[in-house]
């Protein structure tokens, strides 16, 4: 979307939900047409109306990011089942078998999963230019309620099933956002920061409207202006533990290595989300084309990546196992093979994937065969 080849990662979420859809935040939402069932359903939000508030989610087996949000979205589902909550991924892959062979066997996606053979659905709740993972949350009484990333939701969830959810504020968030966006596109990021400002008036706090103030000051070459407003967010709230990750999301896109490396032994890291750490020793692991490898960069992912798996909360096993994994691909690329097949034997206890554990021992085979020869490339 944009030329940058680093976006925040809160910035990442909150642009999905500004993207421009065919159904809007207060429309009735449309129905869920020739859908084929691939595990549970069928679901039919017509007759839920009353009882049941709904998740949508358009995903592919090709997105990384709808595969990382299925437990997720399965920990959701077991967490608000008994207060009325129904939850369906729905496939826009191409073809029908493809879907089937990944979702049949994969013990993590226990919610509705069905594939939209015409695209009549998709086209429906998306234009075409809409990104994916994306989800749809529809209340009791059958209105599109929020619009958003999928490891946003648990915050929207709770206010909407008690019935507490401030439409009127999500409709005025959403008109902001897409003036926002215009205003990026067009680089005017000095009236992006002016918008910007109006959503932190809106929601105070809010870490994704942190994050995006602080990625125009980053884009308006004010750095240090950056890393500031982000501190004195932390510090006007204390309790909102998003903006740690925001901070730490901001010092990479800064490229602050020495300040990440900090952040790591400060008391407050425990209660960073684990998977931020996580995507970001990702991105050091895999530098931008024509960049070489940096042993000093690998050894902050390593520290980022250990931090993680050591001192942060994990919602799941799964989480834990994916953690795990880069952290043996940090030790294989920093020439430790040996500590790499260890952990990667950890991170496949971990999962009941199916699809992971293939994967996941197909880079245990490359590990195993590095501590063998000597060599690691």
Not at 40 to 56: A, E, H, L, R, T
Not at 67 to 86: D, F, M, N, V
Not at 126 to 145: E, H, L, R, W
């Amino acid at each position: 979307m944009f030329k940058y080849a680093k976006i925040l990662l809160p910035v990442m979420f909150l642009l999905a939900a500004w993207s421009s859809h065919a159904v809007t935040v207060g429309e009735m939402a449309p129905g869920l047409q020739n859908i084929q069932w691939i595990k549970n359903g069928p679901v039919d939000i017509s007759k839920g109306k009353g009882k049941y508030v709904y998740v949508i989610e358009f995903w592919a087996t090709w997105c990384p990011p709808c595969i990382e949000s299925i437990p997720h979205l399965t920990a959701l589902q077991e967490k608000y089942k008994t207060q009325g909550l129904i939850i369906t991924g729905i496939s826009i892959d191409q073809d029908l078998q493809i879907a089937q062979a990944f979702t049949a066997p994969n013990a993590e996606m226990k919610y509705n999963v069905g594939f939209d053979p015409a695209g009549n659905t998709s086209k429906q709740y998306m234009k075409g230019d809409s990104g994916i993972p994306i989800v749809f949350v529809i209340d009791k009484s059958g209105t599109v309620a929020w619009i958003g990333h999928p490891m946003e939701l648990d915050n929207i969830l709770d206010a909407v099933l008690a019935g507490t959810f401030d439409a009127k504020k999500a409709n005025q968030r959403l008109k902001l956002s897409k003036k926002l966006m215009q205003q990026m596109m067009s680089e005017n990021y000095g009236e992006a920061l002016k918008v910007s400002d109006e959503l932190l008036e809106l929601e105070p706090g809010n870490e994704q409207a942190v994050g995006m103030k602080a990625y125009l000051l980053h884009l308006s070459g004010k750095d240090d202006l950056a890393i500031d407003f982000v501190n004195e967010q932390i510090k006007s709230y204390p309790d909102n533990t998003g903006l740690l990750n925001t901070r730490i999301s901001i010092l990479f896109q800064l490229n602050k290595y020495q300040y990440l490396e900090k952040e790591c032994d400060l008391p407050a890291v425990s209660r960073v989300n684990p998977m931020v750490l996580d995507a970001i020793a990702r991105g050091m692991l895999n530098p931008e084309p024509g960049r070489r490898e940096d042993t000093m960069i690998l050894q902050v992912a390593l520290k980022l990546v250990e931090t993680a798996y050591s001192k942060c909360k994990f919602k799941d096993d799964e989480q834990k196992s994916l953690v795990a994994a880069t952290l043996a691909r940090c030790y294989f690329k920093l020439n430790k093979p040996v500590q790499a097949v260890a952990t990667q034997k950890l991170s496949i206890g971990l999962t009941k994937d199916r699809n992971k554990i293939k994967k996941l021992e197909s880079a245990l085979k490359e590990y195993q065969t590095a501590g063998k020869s000597g060599i690691n490339k």
